[in-house]
């Protein structure tokens, strides 16, 4: 089987996503790649994907479910019985129920999932006070994860069809668990540091942040994606919630232990 171009479909706050999704597409060696990209999108303009091609979703792990916000914009992005690939990014505690979720979001859009992975990227919370997964995807990540485009390549190719390809199984429960609990909890500013540059407005995904005289940040929008602290070039923007700063704790005592992308094929 083979397949006229790839689409990589990423949801990817903090670029994460978007650079092992990459590698993927680099080791399946497609003539053209096109890039998707979710984070930013929303306008409510439906994406197809053609029976020909094949696509990539690339999505970050909040507590062990697909981002609420990826799999809402997710839903717009339509195949025609189109192979795809999965792959979910946890910031090296656990990605559980995440890879099922996908699969699940996107077969009921018209695809036919035939391979996943699931990669570690640094955590979004990480700082240098704090590092969780700090560097990841590493450069050993991105080899892994070109390989893993290579071995996929080789899986269609042996195959006639998508019907041909054996059917894909994942980890996960069904019903899945609960996802991240609502909470108001949000980045704040630091004023002293801030040049109202705009930048943090211009990075948050779902629009939580507006920048006039000063920055207000509306909590209960935001999905502490984290986006807003990467962005910000003078370092105003930072997580200084009681809860947020316990959970940073709670994951670099217990999940400091490097661990491994997991692979999926066929």
Not at 21 to 35: C, E, F, I, K, M
Not at 201 to 227: K, M, Q, Y
Request: proline share 5%; charged share 20%; glycine share 8%.
């Amino acid at each position: 089987m083979d397949f006229n171009s790839v689409t990589c479909i990423t949801y990817s706050p903090t670029r994460t996503s978007y650079r092992i999704v990459s590698a993927v597409a680099a080791g399946l060696g497609a003539g053209a790649t096109l890039d998707v990209d979710l984070t930013l999108r929303r306008v409510g303009v439906k994406v197809a994907v053609a029976a020909e091609d094949l696509a990539v979703f690339g999505v970050p792990v909040y507590a062990g479910r697909v981002a609420a916000t990826a799999v809402e914009r997710m839903r717009l992005v339509k195949g025609q019985d189109t192979p795809a690939v999965l792959v979910a990014i946890y910031g090296n505690r656990a990605y559980e129920d995440a890879l099922a979720e996908l699969a699940d979001l996107v077969s009921a859009s018209g695809f036919v999932p035939v391979a996943a992975a699931a990669f570690i990227g640094e955590h979004s919370f990480s700082t240098e006070a704090v590092p969780l997964a700090a560097g990841r995807p590493d450069a050993h990540d991105l080899e892994l994860a070109v390989a893993f485009g290579r071995d996929v390549r080789a899986i269609l190719g042996a195959a006639a069809g998508v019907a041909d390809v054996a059917p894909l199984v994942v980890p996960g429960n069904r019903p899945y668990r609960k996802g991240v609990r609502e909470t108001d909890s949000a980045p704040e500013t630091l004023s002293d540091l801030c040049t109202l540059c705009g930048k943090c407005a211009d990075a948050c995904p779902v629009g939580a942040v507006t920048v006039l005289d000063s920055v207000e940040t509306d909590g209960w929008a935001c999905t502490l994606c984290c986006a807003c602290t990467r962005a910000c070039p003078t370092g105003a923007r930072v997580l200084n919630d009681a809860g947020v700063l316990r959970t940073m704790q709670w994951l670099a005592r217990e999940y400091s232990a490097r661990k491994a992308p997991e692979l999926f094929l066929p």
